[in-house]
């Protein structure tokens, strides 16, 4: 996807020792989704966030969570508004890191799987809403389903 990579792009230019993925639905192909595209920096130094966090404001992600799970949220608007980015930044090999990852594949590599996610999202979505937070609990039961298949994740 054109946009992400774009943004890939302008992350590198300004974070040096990163590694970033594109994640989230539009990483998922046929998928579909809100038109939110989301990407994790993975870092390996986890002082160094903050001077990240700097950085990653000139690129317009100004609404900044704190840190929860292992990972800091950051999008360029607060709303899930298509043509938003979301950012997640954690830890290269943390649990986060992982599970994301792993999730990302899991539907790539499961169509039917992925198709079932979709048709859910769209219910999630309108149960509610629009609010994120609410969405982001409506989702959280099966997406823990999900990671459970993945052993090698470490807790």
């Not at 990972?71 to 980015?85: D, G, V």
Request: aromatic content about 8%.
């Amino acid at each position: 996807m054109e946009k992400f990579r774009k943004e890939k792009a302008n992350i590198l230019k300004i974070i040096r020792n990163c590694e970033v993925h594109h994640i989230g639905s539009t990483a998922v192909a046929g998928l579909g989704g809100k038109g939110i595209v989301d990407i994790m920096v993975g870092i390996k130094d986890w002082e160094e966030v903050e001077e990240i966090i700097k950085k990653l404001k000139r690129l317009g992600f100004l609404h900044i969570h704190p840190k929860e799970n292992g990972r800091i949220f950051l999008s360029k608007n607060s709303t899930l508004s298509q043509n938003n980015i979301h950012l997640h930044i954690t830890k290269i090999g943390n649990k986060t890191y992982k599970e994301l990852l792993f999730f990302r594949d899991y539907l790539r590599g499961n169509k039917k799987e992925a198709d079932r996610y979709f048709k859910l999202k769209l219910k999630w979505l309108k149960e509610s809403g629009g609010n994120g937070d609410n969405y982001k609990k409506l989702k959280e039961k099966y997406i823990k389903k999900i990671l459970e298949r993945n052993k090698e994740v470490e807790n």
